[in-house]
């Protein structure tokens, strides 16, 4: 850093000034002349004789001088600067250089043109140094100009001001400055002259006779170090590394070595350098300079001078004052550093001596960046005596750059000593980033992703450093005081003497009171105090109220047992030596102060205080700020930064106090001192330390169980009154005669009291017992009380809470339980009225759950008849699981944290890992018909042989005072089960019926899991059946009230044939008696009927008309499941598609979209009604016989009702794939509908509306894009109770159809690409089938042979387990064989599957076996853990009997345990079936194929060709390379394809995905900075250069920011036209120049007629000048009117790469022969040239598509030239067809395609994962 001095001296005072002065001895500052007389050190070598004899300018060559005689000398000229400065004798008003010679040369700048002048001249550079001193002559003859001296340090390229010409009137003579430079690194000095656009042409500046002193030490050229790489405005650290500007200064070492830091360092000592702190105005004789303490001068300080206080001796250095002028009012101002920013705990401490007679006093000031008026921060005045004082100053945080300023300030008589010492800045960094913040107690701040606490959080204090805690706060829960007392208000009742006051900068007080305040921290800023002048007196109060808050319900006061309690945060100032006291109360009174939360008395210091107090009140509360005065004024008391937080206000007035109000004394909690770290509970007296999270678990953790001391038990009845950590409202703080929870006995019982509450308890049975109870006979209709527990930390997956209840009276009210997370809460249970005079059970499944709370609500009838009462209340099984030590055994399944589950609570939508890796959905692909209704029935189908149907519910069911209040799945109001509703219209006996999947008779030891609910008087029956060939057999039966809460029941399933299961629910006797069921599992053992897989709802082919796996068109053709849904039209009549959800005009009906059975209402068919809420007229055809979809309005209906219609799932989509429909959405026909895509693994929403929309239809179009496996859901939204009628009409896919679309792009990135641009999931690559049109996906496949377990079993009987990595079990009953023929002529396969048959295959011989016996064979090696990712495929032959068994595929884990992946059993059909199963276990695993025999000798099962994808052996997916383009390129958003950026949005399409041209905006975003400097026909930048106008909106940006193109339109001109802002078209050439202003208003038609400006063609052209103007002949390649576009391609047909040539040839010659080659080639031929005829974009490559062997490590993306198939633009797929209801169960592929399988759709309100299960094909 530099210490500058700038002393100036007019050549006439010269003279007088350095007359020589004969003394004895110089001083060390001054040089000794020949003759004896002394000058100051400064003169020497300054080109003036200032020794009468001459002898100071004899001896200079150590200087560095030039006085321009004879050139620059070694001083060089910026080539960076368009201006120069120039050597001569004279200039316009100057005819004489300083010693008034005339024929001497100088420098001189003038003004050219018009336009700022501005030039630098360049020093050698300079070693670092703290002494070397620079002068020189100067003239300033201007008026609007000025002179700067800089210095630029090497390497980091930082340029610093040192030396301004100062702002006085100009005076046209040569002064002289002398300047001190100061630098830890290498730099160079820069003299800069700059003139302005308004400079006259007489004005000029000068310089000459520029002297560098001795310490001026020039680097060797060898040793200069290179330029800086750094950009513009960044910070180049001495590593290499940048820095951006604004992260230097700030506190923080962004830096390796911390040279960010280096020259504003957070503590000083001033040791070794000044640390960045300069004297303001050196050079006046009055300054602050650093030195020792011999180098204070001896004449004024009258005693000894200071020694230094870092060292405490005299070589240490410190700043001081030093004074050699008798100026009047002399000042120096010392300043520091600029810092970028302060965080909100940073304070500055330094240590300060002021020490003399007349020593006088000194401010210290806070300077802010772009802030007029600095704020005082500190003061001292007079003597303070001869030692260092320390000084705390608190800055607190600060947003912008700041600097500290020290002003002394003398009147003439300055006698003492003012020094500087130790400067520390603490606690000023932000706090660092972090990549994630304890969950419960911290906040991860958005932008900085530093971590706050929560108590941080919206308390007026930017503690993130990006302003993020601070957002989204209640303006009415803070105060800063900035704008009034916001809700805050002065006590007005008489209960205080006086107010507070509002007040900014400092009191009026002196040595009292704060500075600034706390919010803004400068003086601007407003806060509240008191004041404790006259005419208060001591004791005086003023009090200031909130506004009033509702109850807490909270006692605890510690903050770690409540994270979200009602918390209030306060700064307050303290200061002075007659501070008494400030106090905060809560009063639940109007009256009155309330009870002391807290209190302050005496001085606190010269700082802002933060205070925060944790509230808790039974009722509505405020709180008050009382402030009393002192004995003296001295006695200020300031507030600031007033804020709550999770306090909820109460809209109502506190009561008004009672005449006689009881006491309440509030005990202080006690809390035992411990040295236990933040986040641990202390145990008892052991010093011993348990986490927080562990506290209240129902585990005891410490050894004296006091983590459980105070929570709540896992058992209470309630003995003895002991309510076992239950907690109620504090009787103290309620009316005697509320209705609240107490706890009693049967003895209280009063006559007549006796018929509705019990008289016996339930855990003793007699009148002693206790129980809880709301009596009431106290409150009101109406009132509720809670019972609930302290926070329960966490619980285990198996938690139920078990408890008796008793509900007898003839106007009993309700009972709930709730679940509260915070200010969140669910009700999980609930019933009301009269259950009669007996105890029953209530049971609530909790599950694992963290930091909640359990609440009984209690809600009173209309009368005392009917108390409310609970006993024996229960936590069962709710410690959480402790990890084990111990690896998991053969039986448990390892959970991915660790922990271990019996493999019976797999699958089953109960978390009892913890993770939710137990029902994970790969997990559960083994676990077939699994349903938790949450959209759908799954595979379950409504049977048609009964009375009505079940129905899917969320929350509770319509008859109220039956049903759930939840379901059993997600366990709140928004979760979905199946019930039976019994009321009207059903009656009683009617039946409703739902049927499972079809199981196999070979599933042994199968098992049915599900949950029923069964409560209401007169409920009827509930009844399993198994069902096989029309027989029913019953399983189970349950008739009557089972109890109000979700039971689980188990039913075993075996049958010798398949069988399905069934239940039946039967309508009871009363209304009040609804029937629910939920999460219905099978265990893996339950396997799938071979038919199973097919949709029963398709009806079966005529005989003989398809083969099997096809379905016949309506024409008679036949098609594959697999081209179902695909968009394209393979039937030629659209069978294929009709049952998809397609496009559809809703003439013909619903064209297979249907709505979910999970909705409140429905998307309804219907026609235009001018009465009703629809539309009035459909969009097809435009009158009120059209049909359409609309919201139909239920006499239920509420707000917030949801209803969805969906497509099936569609395969695949082209890249420029579109949905277009019409809405309608009007004052009446009211709505909200929303577009959602739901893909394998998101639920996106890509389009909605609300609102009135006008009285008619709109249309929408919506890009798709390349999506794989999806469906298309409308959601409609009701805007509000009982309404409807938004409407859809004519949905259409456009341009969907993959095929018909050049293939530019994959729907995913680790798809294959065939090298026919055809895209394919990877996991169908090398697995001996070819997907592929041109089988390139099974060419080149060594990276998959070579995978351990891979294996095609070609090779001799003894050797495959050693070559294909597999090994025979030891546990199973027989083993596996290889052959190359079955034994038996009519079981198993007769060739192997591999081309020609000519292999072998693996197999068991079944007959030589038992029914029932076991086969098992593992891969030797490991996987690495995976889960969705791996991919086993195979071939299998199950064919020769109806009695076949089965083939199974497991994952075993470390531990032995095995998952089921995959089952088939029962006839395949004589072929090879091929599977591909997804393997999934959280451990690393092997492979088990499982081979069961069949019934009979004729049941072998073969594999053959297995393979594993790569994804296997990684863990995770492959993922090639992403595209990346250049930065000005434009990346097309769904194909592999780059352009350059100025094709976007120029109304051609240039992307195959048409991305180029959309979202294009109207004008260039941006405002035009503010005119008026420049003449006309020009432009003025932002930097006030003036541009030629015609510059202007060219799509060129000239500006240094762009802003010439801000606001232009974006218009398609013809070349030579010119976009006109003022106009809404372009300007035609032949207007250019015609003397006639068209384009306002800055006339750029008429611009720069006769010369080209500068850089007008950019350097791809060359510019001509004609007769409308200039005109740029462009280079090659180059287009536009100032050649700034690249030029596209001419339109041309590619010819095909010989690679594609030789592949044509190959086909050719295996389809018909070497005979017809001639004939082949001439279809080629003819094919190219139809494919010229519809091309209409060149080859992508031209246009920078990617072609990366990086991309795709199989395949590289083709060129289009020859590989893609021609594309008609104008097709589109089938619209208008109507289709109906696609099936939504998993289709069979045989031979040659796969899918995946679906067997449910995940709702799109839960996004829970769907019902997979592994497909056999």
Same mark, same amino acid.
């Not at 900068?505 to 706390?518: A, E, I, L």
């Not at 903050?559 to 400030?582: D, K, N």
């Not at 699994?930 to 048609?944: G, T």
């Not at 296997?1512 to 592999?1536: E, R």
């Given at each position: 850093?530099?210490?500058?001095?700038?002393?100036?001296?007019?050549?006439?005072?010269?003279?007088?000034?350095?007359?020589?002065?004969?003394?004895?001895?110089?001083?060390?500052?001054?040089?000794?002349?020949?003759?004896?007389?002394?000058?100051?050190?400064?003169?020497?070598?300054?080109?003036?004789?200032?020794?009468?004899?001459?002898?100071?300018?004899?001896?200079?060559?150590?200087?560095?001088?030039?006085?321009?005689?004879?050139?620059?000398?070694?001083?060089?000229?910026?080539?960076?600067?368009?201006?120069?400065?120039?050597?001569?004798?004279?200039?316009?008003?100057?005819?004489?250089?300083?010693?008034?010679?005339?024929?001497?040369?100088?420098?001189?700048?003038?003004?050219?043109?018009?336009?700022?002048?501005?030039?630098?001249?360049?020093?050698?550079?300079?070693?670092?140094?703290?002494?070397?001193?620079?002068?020189?002559?100067?003239?300033?003859?201007?008026?609007?100009?000025?002179?700067?001296?800089?210095?630029?340090?090497?390497?980091?390229?930082?340029?610093?001001?040192?030396?301004?010409?100062?702002?006085?009137?100009?005076?046209?003579?040569?002064?002289?400055?002398?300047?001190?430079?100061?630098?830890?690194?290498?730099?160079?000095?820069?003299?800069?002259?700059?003139?302005?656009?308004?400079?006259?042409?007489?004005?000029?500046?000068?310089?000459?006779?520029?002297?560098?002193?001795?310490?001026?030490?020039?680097?060797?050229?060898?040793?200069?170090?290179?330029?800086?790489?750094?950009?513009?405005?960044?910070?180049?650290?001495?590593?290499?590394?940048?820095?951006?500007?604004?992260?230097?200064?700030?506190?923080?070492?962004?830096?390796?070595?911390?040279?960010?830091?280096?020259?504003?360092?957070?503590?000083?000592?001033?040791?070794?350098?000044?640390?960045?702190?300069?004297?303001?105005?050196?050079?006046?004789?009055?300054?602050?300079?650093?030195?020792?303490?011999?180098?204070?001068?001896?004449?004024?300080?009258?005693?000894?001078?200071?020694?230094?206080?870092?060292?405490?001796?005299?070589?240490?250095?410190?700043?001081?004052?030093?004074?050699?002028?008798?100026?009047?009012?002399?000042?120096?101002?010392?300043?520091?550093?600029?810092?970028?920013?302060?965080?909100?705990?940073?304070?500055?401490?330094?240590?300060?001596?002021?020490?003399?007679?007349?020593?006088?006093?000194?401010?210290?000031?806070?300077?802010?960046?772009?802030?007029?008026?600095?704020?005082?921060?500190?003061?001292?005045?007079?003597?303070?005596?001869?030692?260092?004082?320390?000084?705390?100053?608190?800055?607190?945080?600060?947003?912008?750059?700041?600097?500290?300023?020290?002003?002394?300030?003398?009147?003439?008589?300055?006698?003492?000593?003012?020094?500087?010492?130790?400067?520390?800045?603490?606690?000023?960094?932000?706090?660092?980033?972090?990549?994630?913040?304890?969950?419960?107690?911290?906040?991860?701040?958005?932008?900085?992703?530093?971590?706050?606490?929560?108590?941080?959080?919206?308390?007026?204090?930017?503690?993130?450093?990006?302003?993020?805690?601070?957002?989204?706060?209640?303006?009415?829960?803070?105060?800063?005081?900035?704008?009034?007392?916001?809700?805050?208000?002065?006590?007005?009742?008489?209960?205080?003497?006086?107010?507070?006051?509002?007040?900014?900068?400092?009191?009026?007080?002196?040595?009292?009171?704060?500075?600034?305040?706390?919010?803004?921290?400068?003086?601007?800023?407003?806060?509240?105090?008191?004041?404790?002048?006259?005419?208060?007196?001591?004791?005086?109060?003023?009090?200031?109220?909130?506004?009033?808050?509702?109850?807490?319900?909270?006692?605890?006061?510690?903050?770690?047992?409540?994270?979200?309690?009602?918390?209030?945060?306060?700064?307050?100032?303290?200061?002075?030596?007659?501070?008494?006291?400030?106090?905060?109360?809560?009063?639940?009174?109007?009256?009155?102060?309330?009870?002391?939360?807290?209190?302050?008395?005496?001085?606190?210091?010269?700082?802002?205080?933060?205070?925060?107090?944790?509230?808790?009140?039974?009722?509505?509360?405020?709180?008050?700020?009382?402030?009393?005065?002192?004995?003296?004024?001295?006695?200020?008391?300031?507030?600031?930064?007033?804020?709550?937080?999770?306090?909820?206000?109460?809209?109502?007035?506190?009561?008004?106090?009672?005449?006689?109000?009881?006491?309440?004394?509030?005990?202080?909690?006690?809390?035992?001192?411990?040295?236990?770290?933040?986040?641990?509970?202390?145990?008892?007296?052991?010093?011993?330390?348990?986490?927080?999270?562990?506290?209240?678990?129902?585990?005891?953790?410490?050894?004296?169980?006091?983590?459980?001391?105070?929570?709540?038990?896992?058992?209470?009845?309630?003995?003895?009154?002991?309510?076992?950590?239950?907690?109620?409202?504090?009787?103290?703080?309620?009316?005697?005669?509320?209705?609240?929870?107490?706890?009693?006995?049967?003895?209280?019982?009063?006559?007549?009291?006796?018929?509705?509450?019990?008289?016996?308890?339930?855990?003793?049975?007699?009148?002693?017992?206790?129980?809880?109870?709301?009596?009431?006979?106290?409150?009101?209709?109406?009132?509720?009380?809670?019972?609930?527990?302290?926070?329960?930390?966490?619980?285990?997956?198996?938690?139920?809470?078990?408890?008796?209840?008793?509900?007898?009276?003839?106007?009993?009210?309700?009972?709930?339980?709730?679940?509260?997370?915070?200010?969140?809460?669910?009700?999980?249970?609930?019933?009301?009225?009269?259950?009669?005079?007996?105890?029953?059970?209530?049971?609530?499944?909790?599950?694992?759950?963290?930091?909640?709370?359990?609440?009984?609500?209690?809600?009173?009838?209309?009368?005392?008849?009917?108390?409310?009462?609970?006993?024996?209340?229960?936590?069962?099984?709710?410690?959480?699981?402790?990890?084990?030590?111990?690896?998991?055994?053969?039986?448990?399944?390892?959970?991915?944290?660790?922990?271990?589950?019996?493999?019976?609570?797999?699958?089953?939508?109960?978390?009892?890992?913890?993770?939710?890796?137990?029902?994970?959905?790969?997990?559960?692909?083994?676990?077939?018909?699994?349903?938790?209704?949450?959209?759908?029935?799954?595979?379950?189908?409504?049977?048609?042989?009964?009375?009505?149907?079940?129905?899917?519910?969320?929350?509770?069911?319509?008859?109220?005072?039956?049903?759930?209040?939840?379901?059993?799945?997600?366990?709140?109001?928004?979760?979905?089960?199946?019930?039976?509703?019994?009321?009207?219209?059903?009656?009683?006996?009617?039946?409703?019926?739902?049927?499972?999947?079809?199981?196999?008779?070979?599933?042994?030891?199968?098992?049915?899991?599900?949950?029923?609910?069964?409560?209401?008087?007169?409920?009827?029956?509930?009844?399993?059946?198994?069902?096989?060939?029309?027989?029913?057999?019953?399983?189970?039966?349950?008739?009557?009230?089972?109890?109000?809460?979700?039971?689980?029941?188990?039913?075993?399933?075996?049958?010798?044939?398949?069988?399905?299961?069934?239940?039946?629910?039967?309508?009871?006797?009363?209304?009040?008696?609804?029937?629910?069921?939920?999460?219905?599992?099978?265990?893996?053992?339950?396997?799938?009927?071979?038919?199973?897989?097919?949709?029963?709802?398709?009806?079966?082919?005529?005989?003989?008309?398809?083969?099997?796996?096809?379905?016949?068109?309506?024409?008679?053709?036949?098609?594959?499941?697999?081209?179902?849904?695909?968009?394209?039209?393979?039937?030629?009549?659209?069978?294929?598609?009709?049952?998809?959800?397609?496009?559809?005009?809703?003439?013909?009906?619903?064209?297979?979209?249907?709505?979910?059975?999970?909705?409140?209402?429905?998307?309804?068919?219907?026609?235009?009604?001018?009465?009703?809420?629809?539309?009035?007229?459909?969009?097809?055809?435009?009158?009120?016989?059209?049909?359409?979809?609309?919201?139909?309005?239920?006499?239920?209906?509420?707000?917030?009702?949801?209803?969805?219609?969906?497509?099936?799932?569609?395969?695949?989509?082209?890249?420029?794939?579109?949905?277009?429909?019409?809405?309608?959405?009007?004052?009446?026909?009211?709505?909200?509908?929303?577009?959602?895509?739901?893909?394998?693994?998101?639920?996106?929403?890509?389009?909605?509306?609300?609102?009135?929309?006008?009285?008619?239809?709109?249309?929408?179009?919506?890009?798709?894009?390349?999506?794989?496996?999806?469906?298309?859901?409308?959601?409609?939204?009701?805007?509000?109770?009982?309404?409807?009628?938004?409407?859809?009409?004519?949905?259409?896919?456009?341009?969907?159809?993959?095929?018909?679309?050049?293939?530019?792009?994959?729907?995913?990135?680790?798809?294959?690409?065939?090298?026919?641009?055809?895209?394919?999931?990877?996991?169908?690559?090398?697995?001996?089938?070819?997907?592929?049109?041109?089988?390139?996906?099974?060419?080149?496949?060594?990276?998959?042979?070579?995978?351990?377990?891979?294996?095609?079993?070609?090779?001799?009987?003894?050797?495959?387990?050693?070559?294909?990595?597999?090994?025979?079990?030891?546990?199973?009953?027989?083993?596996?064989?290889?052959?190359?023929?079955?034994?038996?002529?009519?079981?198993?396969?007769?060739?192997?599957?591999?081309?020609?048959?000519?292999?072998?295959?693996?197999?068991?011989?079944?007959?030589?076996?038992?029914?029932?016996?076991?086969?098992?064979?593992?891969?030797?090696?490991?996987?690495?853990?995976?889960?969705?990712?791996?991919?086993?495929?195979?071939?299998?032959?199950?064919?020769?009997?109806?009695?076949?068994?089965?083939?199974?595929?497991?994952?075993?884990?470390?531990?032995?345990?095995?998952?089921?992946?995959?089952?088939?059993?029962?006839?395949?059909?004589?072929?090879?079936?091929?599977?591909?199963?997804?393997?999934?276990?959280?451990?690393?695993?092997?492979?088990?194929?499982?081979?069961?025999?069949?019934?009979?000798?004729?049941?072998?099962?073969?594999?053959?060709?297995?393979?594993?994808?790569?994804?296997?052996?990684?863990?995770?997916?492959?993922?090639?390379?992403? #595209?990346? &383009?250049?930065?000005?390129?434009?990346? @097309?958003?769904? *194909?592999?394809? %780059? $352009? !350059?950026?100025?094709? /976007? +949005? =120029?109304?051609?399409?240039?992307?195959?995905?048409?991305?180029?041209?959309?979202?294009?905006?109207?004008?260039?975003?941006?405002?035009?900075?503010?005119?008026?400097?420049?003449?006309?026909?020009?432009?003025?930048?932002?930097?006030?250069?003036?541009?030629?106008?015609?510059?202007?909106?060219?799509?060129?940006?000239?500006?240094?920011?762009?802003?010439?193109?801000?606001?232009?339109?974006? #218009?398609? &001109?013809?070349?030579?036209?010119?976009? @006109?802002?003022? *106009?809404?078209? %372009? $300007? !035609?050439?032949?207007? /250019? +120049? =015609?003397?006639?202003?068209?384009?306002?208003?800055?006339?750029?038609?008429?611009?720069?007629?006769?010369?080209?400006?500068?850089?007008?063609?950019?350097?791809?052209?060359?510019?001509?000048?004609?007769?409308?103007?200039?005109?740029?002949?462009?280079?090659?390649?180059?287009?536009?009117?100032?050649?700034?576009?690249?030029?596209?391609?001419?339109?041309?047909?590619?010819?095909?790469?010989?690679?594609?040539?030789?592949?044509?040839?190959?086909?050719?010659?295996?389809?018909?022969?070497?005979?017809?080659?001639?004939?082949?080639?001439?279809?080629?031929?003819?094919?190219?040239?139809?494919?010229?005829?519809?091309?209409?974009?060149?080859?992508?490559?031209?246009?920078?598509?990617?072609?990366?062997?990086?991309?795709?490590?199989?395949?590289?993306?083709?060129?289009?030239?020859?590989?893609?198939?021609?594309?008609?633009?104008?097709?589109?797929?089938?619209?208008?067809?109507?289709?109906?209801?696609?099936?939504?169960?998993?289709?069979?592929?045989?031979?040659?395609?796969?899918?995946?399988?679906?067997?449910?759709?995940?709702?799109?309100?839960?996004?829970?994962?769907?019902?997979?299960?592994?497909?056999?094909?």
């Amino acid at each position: 850093m530099t210490l500058l001095l700038d002393s100036v001296w007019l050549l006439l005072a010269l003279s007088l000034l350095f007359n020589p002065v004969y003394v004895g001895a110089c001083l060390t500052e001054e040089f000794s002349c020949a003759q004896g007389s002394c000058v100051p050190e400064d003169c020497v070598c300054d080109f003036t004789n200032n020794c009468e004899d001459g002898s100071d300018k004899e001896d200079c060559s150590r200087y560095k001088r030039c006085d321009f005689e004879e050139g620059f000398c070694d001083l060089t000229q910026s080539s960076e600067s368009l201006s120069q400065w120039i050597r001569t004798t004279e200039v316009s008003g100057l005819k004489h250089d300083h010693v008034n010679n005339q024929s001497a040369h100088f420098l001189s700048l003038f003004p050219a043109g018009g336009n700022t002048t501005t030039a630098d001249l360049k020093s050698p550079v300079f070693t670092p140094h703290q002494t070397c001193q620079m002068s020189f002559y100067r003239y300033f003859g201007a008026k609007h100009g000025d002179l700067q001296v800089l210095i630029e340090t090497h390497p980091l390229g930082e340029s610093k001001v040192v030396w301004k010409h100062s702002s006085q009137p100009q005076m046209e003579i040569w002064l002289w400055t002398v300047i001190q430079l100061s630098s830890n690194h290498s730099f160079q000095v820069v003299i800069r002259g700059e003139l302005s656009a308004d400079s006259e042409a007489s004005e000029v500046l000068a310089i000459d006779d520029l002297s560098f002193s001795p310490c001026c030490v020039t680097v060797p050229e060898r040793s200069l170090p290179p330029p800086p790489v750094c950009p513009p405005s960044w910070f180049s650290c001495g590593s290499g590394l940048c820095i951006e500007a604004s992260k230097v200064c700030d506190f923080t070492r962004h830096c390796p070595h911390g040279e960010d830091e280096a020259d504003c360092p957070s503590e000083c000592d001033f040791e070794d350098s000044s640390c960045g702190w300069y004297e303001l105005t050196l050079g006046d004789g009055f300054d602050w300079v650093r030195g020792s303490s011999v180098e204070v001068p001896p004449e004024y300080y009258g005693r000894p001078p200071p020694l230094d206080h870092s060292t405490n001796s005299t070589e240490g250095q410190f700043m001081f004052i030093l004074k050699n002028s008798s100026s009047l009012y002399p000042r120096a101002v010392l300043r520091g550093p600029w810092f970028q920013q302060s965080a909100s705990g940073c304070t500055m401490t330094f240590w300060h001596y002021n020490s003399g007679i007349s020593v006088g006093a000194a401010d210290m000031y806070l300077r802010i960046d772009g802030v007029q008026n600095n704020t005082l921060i500190w003061r001292t005045l007079y003597d303070q005596g001869t030692s260092w004082n320390q000084v705390t100053v608190q800055l607190g945080r600060i947003t912008q750059p700041f600097q500290i300023a020290l002003a002394k300030i003398s009147l003439g008589v300055f006698d003492g000593v003012s020094a500087l010492d130790d400067v520390t800045f603490k606690n000023c960094s932000l706090p660092p980033p972090v990549a994630e913040c304890p969950q419960h107690t911290h906040f991860h701040c958005v932008h900085t992703n530093a971590c706050v606490e929560h108590f941080q959080l919206c308390d007026l204090v930017d503690d993130c450093g990006d302003g993020s805690d601070e957002e989204g706060c209640s303006p009415e829960l803070q105060c800063n005081f900035e704008h009034g007392l916001c809700s805050w208000k002065q006590e007005q009742s008489g209960g205080d003497v006086f107010d507070w006051t509002r007040i900014q900068g400092p009191t009026p007080s002196f040595n009292t009171g704060p500075w600034k305040d706390h919010t803004v921290g400068t003086s601007y800023g407003h806060y509240l105090y008191i004041e404790s002048s006259v005419p208060q007196v001591f004791k005086d109060t003023a009090v200031l109220l909130s506004r009033v808050f509702q109850p807490t319900h909270r006692r605890s006061m510690d903050p770690s047992r409540s994270r979200h309690h009602c918390v209030f945060r306060f700064h307050y100032h303290m200061f002075g030596s007659h501070v008494f006291c400030l106090a905060v109360y809560l009063r639940t009174t109007n009256t009155g102060r309330g009870h002391m939360l807290w209190v302050r008395y005496g001085d606190q210091g010269n700082l802002w205080h933060r205070k925060t107090l944790y509230l808790t009140s039974a009722r509505p509360f405020q709180i008050l700020i009382e402030g009393t005065v002192g004995d003296d004024f001295n006695g200020d008391i300031a507030i600031d930064d007033l804020s709550f937080l999770d306090c909820v206000p109460y809209e109502g007035e506190l009561p008004t106090a009672n005449v006689t109000p009881p006491a309440v004394t509030t005990t202080a909690p006690t809390v035992q001192p411990h040295n236990c770290p933040d986040g641990e509970f202390p145990c008892g007296p052991y010093d011993e330390c348990v986490p927080q999270t562990k506290v209240c678990d129902f585990r005891k953790d410490c050894s004296d169980g006091s983590d459980e001391m105070n929570c709540v038990r896992e058992w209470c009845g309630f003995e003895d009154g002991d309510t076992c950590g239950w907690k109620d409202i504090d009787p103290s703080l309620v009316p005697i005669h509320a209705f609240r929870w107490s706890p009693d006995q049967g003895e209280s019982i009063h006559d007549a009291e006796q018929y509705h509450r019990p008289i016996n308890d339930h855990t003793l049975g007699n009148r002693e017992g206790w129980y809880m109870c709301a009596d009431s006979s106290n409150g009101g209709y109406g009132h509720t009380t809670d019972l609930q527990t302290p926070v329960i930390s966490s619980t285990g997956p198996q938690c139920t809470l078990v408890f008796w209840y008793y509900m007898s009276g003839f106007t009993v009210g309700s009972l709930q339980v709730l679940l509260k997370y915070g200010n969140v809460t669910h009700k999980v249970w609930s019933q009301n009225g009269n259950q009669g005079n007996k105890w029953r059970r209530g049971e609530v499944f909790i599950g694992l759950s963290n930091n909640f709370q359990v609440v009984f609500r209690a809600k009173r009838g209309i009368s005392y008849m009917g108390d409310l009462v609970i006993d024996d209340v229960s936590f069962l099984d709710c410690s959480p699981p402790l990890p084990s030590d111990q690896p998991c055994t053969p039986e448990q399944y390892a959970c991915a944290n660790g922990h271990c589950i019996t493999q019976d609570n797999l699958c089953d939508f109960i978390n009892h890992c913890g993770d939710n890796s137990d029902e994970d959905p790969y997990i559960c692909k083994g676990f077939s018909g699994r349903c938790s209704f949450e959209f759908d029935l799954c595979s379950w189908l409504q049977c048609r042989q009964d009375d009505f149907d079940w129905l899917i519910k969320a929350g509770s069911t319509p008859t109220v005072g039956t049903g759930p209040s939840s379901d059993h799945t997600l366990r709140d109001p928004s979760g979905h089960y199946l019930y039976l509703e019994s009321s009207f219209p059903q009656a009683v006996g009617d039946t409703a019926r739902i049927s499972g999947p079809l199981l196999s008779r070979r599933s042994s030891q199968c098992k049915m899991r599900f949950y029923f609910h069964m409560s209401g008087d007169g409920i009827g029956t509930l009844s399993v059946f198994r069902k096989s060939e029309g027989h029913l057999h019953l399983l189970l039966n349950l008739t009557g009230d089972q109890g109000n809460y979700w039971q689980m029941r188990e039913i075993p399933l075996n049958y010798t044939k398949d069988f399905q299961v069934m239940f039946e629910g039967k309508v009871g006797r009363s209304s009040k008696g609804d029937i629910c069921l939920d999460d219905i599992t099978f265990s893996p053992e339950c396997l799938l009927a071979s038919s199973a897989g097919e949709e029963e709802n398709t009806p079966p082919p005529p005989t003989g008309s398809c083969p099997s796996g096809f379905l016949p068109c309506e024409n008679g053709q036949c098609f594959s499941l697999g081209q179902s849904c695909d968009f394209t039209d393979d039937c030629g009549d659209g069978t294929d598609e009709k049952h998809c959800g397609t496009s559809c005009s809703f003439e013909n009906g619903r064209c297979g979209w249907k709505s979910s059975l999970a909705d409140n209402f429905d998307w309804t068919l219907g026609t235009g009604s001018i009465q009703s809420i629809r539309p009035p007229y459909d969009h097809t055809l435009m009158d009120e016989n059209g049909h359409f979809v609309y919201l139909e309005a239920t006499p239920v209906g509420l707000k917030g009702d949801k209803a969805h219609i969906r497509s099936s799932v569609w395969k695949e989509s082209s890249a420029i794939c579109k949905l277009s429909f019409w809405y309608y959405i009007s004052h009446k026909a009211t709505g909200t509908i929303r577009l959602l895509i739901q893909t394998e693994s998101d639920l996106r929403e890509v389009w909605n509306k609300t609102g009135h929309q006008g009285n008619k239809w709109n249309r929408a179009e919506i890009p798709l894009r390349k999506l794989r496996n999806f469906m298309v859901i409308f959601e409609g939204i009701r805007s509000r109770d009982v309404s409807g009628g938004a409407a859809l009409d004519d949905l259409e896919f456009i341009d969907c159809d993959p095929n018909a679309v050049e293939p530019v792009s994959c729907p995913s990135v680790t798809d294959f690409v065939c090298r026919s641009g055809h895209c394919i999931e990877s996991h169908l690559v090398c697995d001996n089938k070819a997907d592929c049109a041109d089988e390139s996906d099974e060419i080149d496949c060594d990276h998959v042979v070579g995978l351990p377990g891979t294996c095609n079993f070609n090779m001799e009987e003894d050797q495959w387990e050693e070559s294909c990595k597999l090994s025979q079990e030891h546990d199973d009953d027989f083993d596996w064989r290889i052959s190359h023929r079955s034994e038996m002529p009519d079981a198993g396969p007769h060739t192997d599957h591999s081309p020609g048959g000519g292999g072998k295959f693996l197999y068991i011989n079944s007959a030589v076996q038992r029914e029932g016996d076991i086969a098992k064979v593992t891969t030797k090696s490991p996987f690495p853990a995976s889960v969705g990712l791996c991919h086993l495929r195979f071939w299998f032959y199950m064919h020769g009997s109806d009695r076949m068994g089965t083939l199974k595929v497991y994952t075993v884990g470390p531990s032995g345990t095995r998952l089921l992946m995959w089952a088939a059993t029962g006839n395949h059909g004589n072929q090879w079936t091929y599977a591909n199963v997804i393997l999934s276990n959280p451990a690393p695993f092997r492979v088990t194929f499982q081979a069961e025999v069949g019934g009979d000798m004729w049941t072998d099962i073969a594999l053959d060709d297995i393979s594993y994808t790569e994804e296997c052996m990684v863990g995770g997916p492959v993922t090639p390379q992403p #595209l990346t &383009c250049d930065l000005d390129q434009f990346q @097309c958003a769904h *194909s592999f394809q %780059c $352009i !350059p950026e100025s094709w /976007r +949005c =120029d109304e051609e399409l240039d992307c195959a995905d048409r991305s180029d041209e959309e979202d294009c905006p109207a004008v260039v975003p941006g405002t035009p900075p503010p005119q008026g400097r420049c003449p006309a026909g020009h432009y003025q930048c932002l930097n006030n250069v003036c541009l030629p106008a015609i510059l202007r909106c060219d799509r060129v940006p000239d500006c240094p920011f762009g802003e010439d193109e801000y606001g232009c339109p974006l #218009l398609q &001109c013809e070349q030579g036209e010119l976009v @006109c802002e003022g *106009s809404s078209g %372009c $300007i !035609p050439l032949q207007k /250019r +120049c =015609d003397h006639s202003a068209d384009c306002l208003p800055f006339h750029s038609d008429e611009s720069s007629c006769h010369d080209c400006p500068l850089m007008y063609c950019l350097g791809h052209g060359s510019c001509l000048v004609e007769e409308h103007g200039p005109v740029c002949v462009c280079y090659p390649g180059w287009t536009g009117n100032r050649c700034h576009m690249k030029e596209k391609p001419p339109l041309s047909t590619p010819s095909p790469t010989p690679e594609d040539t030789r592949l044509d040839a190959v086909y050719a010659g295996i389809g018909i022969g070497l005979l017809l080659l001639v004939a082949g080639i001439a279809v080629c031929i003819l094919a190219l040239c139809k494919k010229k005829c519809y091309l209409i974009k060149p080859d992508p490559m031209d246009y920078g598509v990617m072609d990366n062997a990086a991309f795709d490590w199989r395949a590289q993306l083709p060129s289009v030239d020859g590989s893609y198939p021609s594309v008609d633009p104008g097709r589109s797929d089938g619209g208008g067809l109507s289709i109906s209801v696609y099936p939504w169960r998993k289709e069979v592929e045989q031979g040659s395609t796969w899918r995946d399988a679906k067997l449910s759709f995940a709702n799109p309100l839960y996004n829970y994962p769907p019902d997979a299960h592994g497909a056999l094909q």
